[in-house]
Nanobody, 121 residues
Framework: QVQLVESGGGLVQPGGSLRLSCAAS????????MGWYRRAPGNQRDVVAR???????SYPDSVKGRFTISRDSAKNTVDLQMNSLNAEDTAVYYC???????????????WGQGTQVTVSS
């Protein structure tokens, strides 16, 4: 079994910052791409940031320069530092990871349960 657990969401004022964390646990052989996605009310789930196993990052234009993704491969964690937050960033944020279990030779994608981020004054 593999589990992703997010933490760090909450309420923040416009212009403020939040840091999200996600820890993967269970029978993990190796982890490939890790990422953060978000779903605002009435919208589909969109990618926010992705990071490969060698540390290459990618962001959509909507968050580029404001959000930073990082990972600790030794701890199987991925973080998302969010700065200059605005109301459009309000959403449920989900952690995603491409994981190969010890007993398998293939990678599967796993999701966390989501954490709410609300940007409001």
């Amino acid at each position: 079994q593999v589990q992703l657990v997010e933490s760090g969401g909450g309420l923040v004022q416009p212009g403020g910052s939040l840091r999200l964390s996600c820890a993967a646990s269970g029978s993990i052989g190796s982890i490939g791409v890790m990422g953060w996605y978000r779903r605002a009310p009435g919208n589909q789930r969109d990618v926010v940031a992705r990071i490969t196993s060698d540390g290459t990052t990618s962001y959509p234009d909507s968050v580029k320069g404001r959000f930073t993704i990082s990972r600790d491969s030794a701890k199987n964690t991925v973080d998302l530092q969010m700065n200059s937050l605005n109301a459009e960033d309000t959403a449920v944020y989900y952690c995603n990871a491409q994981i190969r279990q010890y007993s398998s030779r293939i990678y599967n994608y796993y999701w966390g349960q989501g954490t709410q981020v609300t940007v409001s004054s």
